[in-house]
C-alpha cells in the first residue's frame, strides 16, 4: 500500500511542477496541462529503453569509468574512484 501512496503522490509532484514550470513561461493553462499529462508518459517510454540501456552495463563495467563497486564503504551508491 506504502508503494501505491508514494507513487500517487510522486505523480500528482510530477505533474503540479510540470504544470507550474509551463504555466509560468507561457501563461497558457490548457498548453500547461496538456505538456504536464504528455511529459510524465514519453518519459515513462524514454525511462523503460534508459533502464534497458543501463542493463546492458554491468557493474563490473563501470569500475573502467572509475566507479568502485556499488555499496562500497556503506555509502549505497557508485563512488568515484
Given at each position: 500500500m506504502r508503494d501505491i501512496l508514494?507513487?500517487?503522490?510522486?505523480?500528482?509532484l510530477h505533474f503540479s511542477v510540470g504544470f507550474?514550470?509551463?504555466?509560468l513561461l507561457t501563461g497558457?493553462?490548457?498548453l500547461a496541462?496538456?505538456?504536464a499529462l504528455?511529459?510524465?508518459?514519453?518519459?515513462?517510454?524514454?525511462?523503460?529503453?534508459?533502464?534497458k540501456a543501463w542493463a546492458r552495463f554491468p557493474a563490473?563495467?563501470?569500475?573502467?569509468?572509475?566507479?568502485?563497486?556499488?555499496g562500497h564503504r556503506g555509502q549505497g551508491g557508485a563512488q568515484p574512484a
Open positions: 508514494k507513487t500517487l503522490s510522486y505523480g500528482s507550474g514550470v509551463v504555466y497558457e493553462v490548457a496541462a496538456g505538456v504528455i511529459e510524465p508518459a514519453v518519459n515513462t517510454v524514454v525511462f523503460y529503453f534508459h533502464e563490473r563495467a563501470l569500475k573502467g569509468l572509475g566507479f568502485r563497486r556499488l
